[in-house]
């Protein structure tokens, strides 16, 4: 609570009541909040703050979650000539993976990049439907845990493309051919700045897709208090409803950024196309 | 009123990374580094954790599996083009054989057809011939045998002439000569 404190919205839209910090709680709900505090300390002047919160124990826990369900699915699926049970499940959802998004973005050489993907895909689809639990907080409805998964497509686009094409080739391969001379520098600011907002996009769609509906539903739930109780059933109703179409979008998502993170790193190795 | 605040409150705080009085405030949109580096090793970790537990399994049996139906179908397709050439092959060894036997048939039919006529011919020319031979006996018989009866009548008509010269015979004695000539006739 105490970090969302925020100065008085201008005198206009303000009637009467003054802000107090406890009526902030939509925010409080979704915001970050310390469970174990680590000193923080700076590094090259940004202040780094270990200290576990909520939202590292909600990825803390879907790891958990993954790694206890995969490695089930395994033994499952290792036991058996056939897979059945939660072991089908995984292997449906892992064949999806594979034959509708990175075989069509990366092309055959992606199979060598699968487990990646399965990692970036189940985590944060699993990131996404634990925030759905009841008394849970959802991980990627934080910025900086979308930012540091965008950070590291980034990463992997950048290295796998060097590793590919050479470093010089590379970055020349990020120029259209063809290109006028007279253009090119400003060709080169662009397609530097277009490496940089990809992840930059991907990172905020993840972030507002999640943040949004918890937003929507707190919002009217909040209405019940605003307006009276005799707003419950709409309340409900509509809640219940964003609640469904979370359920979607943590799906959607996931699948989203899984794409066209293979999208970018495919089109880091394959500069051609 | 109170909706119009709340929301305006929620927007302004969402939206701004720092406050009007350029306090840095924790919003929504501001970056913790500590944060980030924790999903960073989250992830790497898990990545770790599950490529070696769980994704090398899962697609290993994964791949076998799909390998073992693909060699499963092939094989399938496979024995069905031979099982469909064999069945070809002894259709046509079938109908072959049975062009054959009807080759056959029709081959000791003509045969037995040629042989029954060869048979017929040879029996009506043996019967003809038999007949021909017959009559040509017959015919010699006839003749040997006109020519002795003309010799023995001459010899008889000599012998009566003679005999009737001989004696003046009366009817009985005549009767008499005649008997006895006819008993002196040889049997045949």
Redesign the interface.
Known sequence: MT?????A?PAD?????P?KEE??W??HH???SKVISIP?FEIAG??????L?K??LM??LA?LI??IV??L???S??RR???SGI?NF??MM??FVRDEVVIPSMGPGGVKF???F???FF?ILFVNLLGLVPGMST?TS????T???A??TFIMTQVHGIKNNGFVGYFKGLIPHGVPVFVLPIMIIIEFLGLLTKPFALCIRLFANM?AGH?VIY?LI?LIF??GYFVIPVSIAFSLFIYLLEILVSLLQAYIFTMLSALFIGMAIHQEH | MTLAYFYSAELYGLLMFFSPSGEKKDTLLSVEPGLLIWTVIIFLILLFILKKFAWGPLLKSLNDREQSIKDSVEKAEYLKQEAEKLLAEHRQMLSKADEEARRMLAEAKDMAEKHRNDMLAKTQDDAAKMIANAKAEIEREKVSAMNSLRDEIASLAVMAAGKIIEKNLDPSKQKDIIDSFINKMPQN
Do not use: C, Q, R, W
Request: charged content about 5%; aromatic content about 8%; hydrophobic content about 55%.
């Open positions: 970090m969302f404190t925020f100065s919205p839209t303000v009637v009467n009541v802000l009526e902030n939509i925010m979704i915001a970050d923080p940004i202040t780094i703050d270990l200290s919160s939202n590292i990825l803390l790891g993954m790694i995969f490695s699915a395994a033994a699926n290792s000539k056939h897979p072991g995984v292997e892992m064949v699968l487990p990646f399965f990692t970036l985590f991980g934080s910025i900086s845990v930012a540091g998964l950070i590291i943040t937003i919002a909040g605003m307006l």
